[in-house]
């Protein structure tokens, strides 16, 4: 079989179902695992170039989220499969669903195995209260998170969003009220890039007990936004960061 990935989350998934050799191309942002990179790049989210895809001729295009404009009507060579995961049974559901298609049921079962047994292994380690947190994936406008439903199998509580929702802007005064204990930043492309400054100088945002106590961190965004087998790595970082906020911080 040859596999066209047209999103991050899906390459890590044919990764880890180890059809990686049937993959034959990817998106230009499909760097884990770094050998992903190393694949034929077919442009990104929204500029797929659809005489490559067709020289490629593959037999499966997997999309994830954002359907390029190229392929909305394809008839080039290829069945095309559509993920589009909403919270976190999605993300096993589309596990699934990409196994099916790549002959690899078992392996996909035993993904999600082991992502539900280290989710539950986390619970008798959370913090001794809820963490309240703001989850931003985007910095201008900020952006709200609610990806699935990691914050609270670490063991906190999204002050802005809900499990299922889309990221979305807000007024200054909601999270003003909020009053987090601490700002989780995972900005889309910014890997391990950080810069504080660009959250902490923020106009009317130094009212904020998180700023005002230094409690913003940031974490790389493919281990929170990308909705795969990674996600149980960021859910450890997150209960990690909210174990160490209740460590250092008085409970009420």
Same mark, same amino acid.
């Given at each position: 079989?040859?596999? @066209?990935?047209?999103?991050?989350?899906n390459?890590?998934?044919? %990764? #880890?179902?180890?059809?990686?050799?049937?993959v *034959?191309?990817?998106?230009?942002?499909?760097?884990?695992?770094?050998?992903?990179?190393n694949? *034929?790049?077919?442009?990104?989210?929204?500029?797929?170039?659809?005489?490559?895809l067709?020289?490629?001729?593959? $037999?499966?295009?997997?999309?994830?989220?954002?359907?390029?404009?190229?392929?909305?009507?394809?008839?080039?060579?290829?069945?095309?499969?559509?993920?589009?995961?909403?919270n976190?049974?999605? @993300?096993?559901?589309?596990?699934?669903?990409?196994?099916e298609a @790549?002959?690899?049921?078992?392996?996909?079962? #035993?993904?999600?195995?082991?992502?539900?047994d280290?989710?539950?292994?986390?619970?008798?380690?959370?913090?001794?209260r809820?963490?309240?947190? %703001?989850?931003?994936?985007?910095?201008?406008?900020?952006?709200?998170?609610g990806?699935?439903?990691? *914050?609270?199998? #670490?063991?906190?509580?999204?002050?802005?969003?809900?499990?299922?929702?889309?990221?979305?802007?807000?007024?200054?005064?909601?999270?003003?009220? #909020? $009053?987090?204990?601490?700002? *989780?930043c995972?900005?889309?492309?910014?890997?391990?890039?950080?810069?504080?400054?660009?959250?902490?100088?923020?106009?009317?945002? =130094?009212?904020?007990?998180?700023?005002?106590?230094? =409690?913003? %961190?940031?974490?790389?965004?493919?281990?929170?936004?990308?909705?795969?087998?990674?996600?149980?790595?960021?859910?450890?970082?997150?209960?990690?960061?909210?174990?160490?906020?209740?460590?250092?911080?008085?409970?009420?």
């Open positions: 079989m040859r596999i @066209v990935s047209l999103a991050p989350s390459t890590e998934i044919l %990764y #880890a179902l180890g059809v990686e050799d049937q *034959v191309a990817v998106t230009r942002f499909c760097d884990w695992p770094l050998e992903a990179k694949k *034929v790049q077919i442009g990104g989210w929204i500029n797929t170039d659809a005489e490559r067709k020289e490629l001729a593959p $037999d499966l295009i997997l999309t994830s989220y954002f359907m390029p404009e190229p392929l909305r009507e394809w008839t080039g060579p290829g069945k095309l499969l559509h993920v589009e995961p909403k976190l049974w999605d @993300v096993f559901e589309s596990i699934r669903t990409i196994g @790549v002959g690899a049921p078992e392996r996909a079962e #035993a993904i999600v195995a082991r992502m539900k280290g989710f539950a292994r986390l619970e008798p380690t959370a913090p001794k809820a963490v309240r947190v %703001y989850m931003e994936e985007w910095m201008e406008p900020p952006m709200a998170s990806n699935w439903e990691l *914050v609270a199998i #670490a063991g906190g509580e999204e002050v802005l969003a809900e499990v299922g929702q889309a990221s979305h802007d807000f007024p200054l005064a909601a999270l003003t009220v #909020a $009053d987090p204990d601490l700002i *989780v995972h900005w889309c492309g910014w890997g391990e890039r950080t810069d504080n400054k660009r959250i902490v100088e923020r106009p009317g945002w =130094q009212d904020i007990r998180a700023i005002r106590d230094k =409690q913003v %961190y940031f974490v790389h965004d493919s281990l929170l936004n990308r909705p795969g087998p990674r996600l149980l790595k960021g859910a450890l970082i997150l209960q990690r960061l909210f174990n160490s906020v209740v460590a250092n911080t008085k409970v009420p």
